[in-house]
């Protein structure tokens, strides 16, 4: 979740401190607290101190659930601010890596867009396609904006359609068409004298915003609680007046699914689920003042949750696996 909001209307520099401090409380979390003050860092315009954070992350002696992505931001952030040749070794580094998850592909692929190197871009994007879409029904959501970018920029590039971008405009959801949005004479029609071609350009404008800012600045999600099995039995355990919170793991599992579609059919959007654990738990419990014996803490620590970035979007795409951890896909499981 990055933010896109301009300086203008936000002190950027006062919610990265904010996030940093956060950070120090939270260890845990902070390789995704950082991230996003450095996010805030850079629409700041201090960029050296963005990359101060990606460096402070990246020698860690933890270890980084990503650190792909901590790279590409960095190399991208580099770019920025004059350090190029540094940025295009990161970036070869992370092509060579090849990591399985696509938001470094699509970052490093969207630098070398943003300076003007589409042939690479391009290149970047289907590498990024090869080695993540599989033979599923459908590409997993977080693939779609490998196949976005790569339709954009080979449409920049003149090159005829292939099989990955009509997949592009088929899972494209815009009232835009795909191809109408990346259409390179859409820049001309800027110039344009014509009220009824700037009308246009602006109706366009405004679709591809909305589908961005929807994709990345989406607000916390309505997050559901989930006790993996061992944490729920050290929980009870623990705990045994909560059994009549929790009667059984399995009734636990079928409550929450149960649950976020009655949130969905009653029109609520952004739906995740937040997985729990004691020690975090009984840590959150302590913070508040309060025993972890009271049931009314337990929506509140799935909101911190999700507040701190634990959240995984609810329901998962049609090829992921059952956000319950058994090794079945989610309509084979819970989506049944």
Not at 249 to 257: G, N, P
Not at 270 to 278: D, K, P
Request: hydrophobic content about 40%; overall charge negative; aromatic content about 6%.
């Amino acid at each position: 979740m990055r933010p896109d909001t301009p300086a203008e209307n936000v002190d950027h520099t006062t919610k990265a401190a904010r996030l940093e401090r956060t950070a120090g409380l939270y260890p845990e979390d902070a390789e995704t607290l950082l991230l996003r003050a450095a996010a805030h860092l850079e629409l700041s315009g201090d960029r050296p101190a963005a990359t101060t954070l990606y460096d402070r992350l990246l020698a860690s002696a933890e270890t980084l659930d990503n650190p792909a992505l901590v790279r590409a931001l960095k190399a991208s952030n580099l770019w920025e601010y004059g350090h190029e040749a540094e940025a295009r070794a990161i970036i070869e580094g992370i092509r060579t890596a090849a990591p399985r998850d696509p938001a470094p592909w699509v970052i490093v692929a969207e630098a070398l867009e943003a300076h003007d190197e589409l042939e690479a871009a391009a290149e970047t994007f289907t590498e990024a396609a090869r080695l993540l879409l599989g033979p599923a029904d459908e590409p997993p959501a977080p693939t779609h904006p490998v196949l976005y970018g790569r339709h954009r920029v080979r449409r920049m590039l003149g090159l005829p359609h292939d099989d990955w971008d009509t997949l592009a405009d088929t899972l494209h959801t815009s009232p835009v068409a795909l191809d109408e949005l990346h259409d390179p004479k859409r820049v001309w029609s800027l110039g344009s004298e014509n009220p009824a071609e700037l009308r246009a350009e602006i109706s366009r404008l405004r679709a591809e915003l909305g589908a961005y800012r929807e994709a990345l600045s989406r607000p916390f999600p309505v997050a559901v609680l989930h006790w993996p099995a061992p944490e729920m039995s050290e929980l009870l355990s623990a705990y045994p007046t909560l059994s009549s919170e929790y009667p059984s793991h399995a009734e636990h599992l079928s409550t929450i699914e149960s649950s976020l579609r009655e949130l969905s059919a009653s029109g609520t959007a952004n739906l995740g689920i937040v997985t729990g654990t004691v020690p975090s738990y009984e840590a959150f419990a302590a913070s508040e003042g309060t025993s972890p014996t009271d049931t009314a803490l337990l929506p509140q620590y799935a909101t911190t949750l999700a507040a701190r970035g634990r959240a995984v979007a609810w329901p998962p795409g049609r090829g992921a696996g059952c956000w319950c951890g058994a090794e079945r896909r989610y309509r084979e499981c819970h989506g049944a």
